[in-house]
């Protein structure tokens, strides 16, 4: 705990013969008047480490797996054909229909579930189809699945477990050392997961909100072709914010030991699911036969649309989260104090600078600073960036051709500044990269389709007198920076660099390469 290792998963909890740990205001206490000193709760904490090979082997009877997603046996998408439980789900309704079928077919006598209770998430084991679908959607914040355990062991029958992956981990553990849970649990399902958030996030979007007589929140609501958070007050009026404009939250607000976590996917469940956004349903990642058999009779019954699906398929639209648990775990470690023990050997790999910045924007100041902005202020940044992101690629060439401009700009400042003042070096380069900016927006980023000299003239007129006033912000911009708040010019280069490359964009769609009404026909 002091070396902030604890996932809130609740295994200790569950575990603990003593009674002596519970959770409160997010945090494990221990009743020191209780505890025996046992040491259980260190030996089932996912928290401080789990070795991956062992448990490959021990699960799954394999010793090689996929770095990247652990065993597998198939991989497919698709989405429940009930519509109320589409209509409702998170994502495609998979998971629900899935212990809907294993109640009704008596594979299962319960199912751990996360349902609601007002605005409070609490862990039951639901036993009836009415208490399974009290239990659809995911909840986006920390919560101790596993101090559900010694209910586990006491129920009468076979169960289903539903959870996230450092929770599956934690029940991996505790079912080596109370066999009775390997008796009970039947299947272990887990859901993909990026980070978790701690109430802090929650919080946030309540304040929001702004509701009086809040009834109930849903942090993964269906509205038309978005899915997000939605709060609903004792009146029955909604208000709802679309997923996309609050993701920033998820590694804002996530707690410590989730930017050392390195299973997205629930390597260690029997199958697991994740958003497939190709078909708004749902991705399954299936890992024992067994499992992959009952969606084939799911399928044949007409409860689902299932589809072949492949590990390209989950990079394609998983990759930056892949990449981020993958190829950055060993970054990550490295600039951690205290690190978990995953039985491997981990190259520190690339993503050194990202760690560094996300490690500066969870700094309490700069948190508090970016959270004191209203939601939908980073709403409609969302919207907007989305919207030029789909705009042909022109921001992705405008993104590219810019990073390109940038360097020259940089480099040839930075050479010329060995021979003569930085001011008039700065003149030169700003010339030298007007010229190269206008060739490359012209004729690879708005892809402009001018015709006749007078009409190419005036385009040219255009961008001069737009780069003529960037190129003066960029000139007096320097030396406010250099000799009025005295920051190094290398420093100060750079960063009118991205305030003149964002100016440059908006000037250049704006006012230079104009629409067709004009006369002048850009691609759009």
């Not at 797996?65 to 065993?71: Q, R, Y």
């Not at 639901?126 to 919560?143: D, H, N, P, W």
């Amino acid at each position: 705990l002091k070396k902030k290792l604890c996932t809130g998963c609740g295994t200790c909890i569950g575990m603990c013969p003593a009674d002596a740990l519970s959770w409160q205001k997010e945090k494990i206490l221990a009743d020191n008047e209780k505890c025996t000193s046992c040491g259980l709760c260190l030996k089932v904490c996912p928290g401080k480490g789990f070795n991956y090979p062992f448990f490959y082997e021990k699960v799954f009877q394999k010793k090689k797996v996929s770095f990247d997603f652990g065993h597998l046996e198939a991989v497919y998408k698709g989405y429940s054909l009930d519509k109320n439980i589409y209509a409702q789900s998170a994502s495609g309704g998979l998971v629900t229909t899935l212990l809907l079928f294993l109640l009704r077919e008596k594979e299962i006598d319960g199912a751990v579930v996360i349902g609601m209770d007002g605005i409070k998430p609490v862990v039951k084991m639901a036993t009836t189809e009415e208490e399974i679908l009290q239990g659809m959607q995911s909840k986006y914040i920390v919560f101790p699945t596993n101090q559900i355990l010694k209910e586990i062991s006491s129920f009468k029958g076979k169960i289903a477990y539903v959870g996230l992956p450092c929770q599956v981990q934690g029940l991996r553990l505790a079912m080596e050392h109370n066999p009775n849970l390997k008796k009970k649990i039947s299947f272990v399902f887990a859901l993909f997961c990026g980070f978790n958030m701690k109430k802090e996030a929650t919080d946030y979007l309540l304040k929001n909100a702004k509701m009086k007589g809040l009834q109930k929140i849903e942090y993964r609501a269906k509205r038309e072709d978005q899915t997000g958070f939605q709060a609903t007050d004792e009146k029955g009026k909604r208000i709802f914010f679309e997923k996309h404009g609050h993701a920033f939250l998820n590694p804002l607000c996530c707690p410590s030991r989730c930017l050392l976590c390195s299973d997205l996917t629930g390597e260690f469940s029997d199958a697991s699911f994740g958003d497939a956004w190709e078909i708004s349903g749902t991705r399954v990642l299936v890992r024992q036969k067994r499992v992959e058999k009952l969606f084939l009779r799911m399928r044949e019954k007409g409860l689902i649309l299932l589809e072949e699906s492949s590990v390209n398929d989950v990079l394609n639209t998983q990759k930056q989260l892949i990449d981020y648990k993958k190829k950055m775990l060993g970054a990550r470690l490295a600039s951690a104090r205290f690190c978990p023990d995953y039985g491997m050997d981990i190259s520190k790999g690339k993503g050194v600078f990202f760690s560094s910045v996300l490690r500066f924007l969870r700094f309490y100041p700069v948190r508090k600073m970016i959270l004191a902005f209203p939601l939908r202020f980073y709403e409609k940044i969302s919207r907007k960036l989305r919207c030029a992101l789909c705009e042909n690629g022109v921001f992705f060439r405008y993104l590219f051709w810019g990073v390109l401009t940038a360097l020259f700009s940089f480099g040839s400042y930075a050479f010329l500044s060995l021979w003569m003042d930085y001011r008039i070096a700065n003149v030169f380069s700003i010339i030298a990269t007007k010229t190269l900016a206008y060739l490359t927006n012209k004729f690879f980023v708005f892809q402009s389709l001018t015709k006749g000299v007078w009409n190419t003239l005036k385009e040219l007129g255009r961008f001069i007198l737009s780069r003529a006033f960037s190129g003066i912000v960029d000139f007096l911009g320097l030396i406010f920076l250099v000799q009025v708040l005295h920051i190094h010019d290398y420093w100060s280069k750079t960063i009118m660099i991205v305030f003149v490359t964002i100016l440059n964009y908006v000037l250049s769609k704006k006012a230079v390469f104009l629409s067709e009404h004009t006369g002048f026909k850009g691609k759009k």
